[in-house]
């Protein structure tokens, strides 16, 4: 009943700059955390930044100073906004989300479909 729609991936050259944006619809009471990982070939996914519903947030030190995460809680929405990027950013990157459907659900965790981000000169 819930579902995660990323965009924003695509190509671009190393110290360019890519917005994704991830929209969750359906069901939804809360929202605790969102978040994004990414998985490049060879490697395990990994966290890359993660934002709480009281607007904490958690990056990978490989992104921090270059990566922003942000959400809007009335439109159940976040982005990444990916400056200053590396060919090893180079990764599917899926959206995910901790969410409860209603207030007397427990929290489950759905996950976008990803979208690829390639980093090539």
């Known amino acids: 009943q819930v579902q995660l729609v990323e965009s924003g991936g695509g190509l671009v050259q190393p110290g360019g700059s890519l917005r994704l944006s991830c929209a969750a619809s359906?069901?939804?009471?809360?929202?605790?955390?969102m978040g994004w990982y990414r998985q490049a070939p060879g490697k395990q996914r990994e966290l890359v930044a993660l934002i709480t519903g009281g607007r904490n947030t958690d990056y990978a030190d490989s992104v921090k100073g270059r990566f922003t995460i942000s959400r809007d809680t009335a439109k159940n929405t976040v982005w990444l906004q990916m400056n200053s990027l590396k060919l090893e950013d180079t990764a599917v990157y899926y959206c995910?989300?901790?969410?409860?459907?209603?207030?007397?659900?427990?929290?489950?965790?759905?996950w976008g479909q990803g979208t690829q981000v390639t980093v090539s000169s």
């Open positions: 995910n989300a901790d969410l409860r459907e209603e207030f007397w659900s427990r929290v489950n965790t759905y």
């Open positions: 359906g069901s939804i009471f809360y929202i605790n955390a």
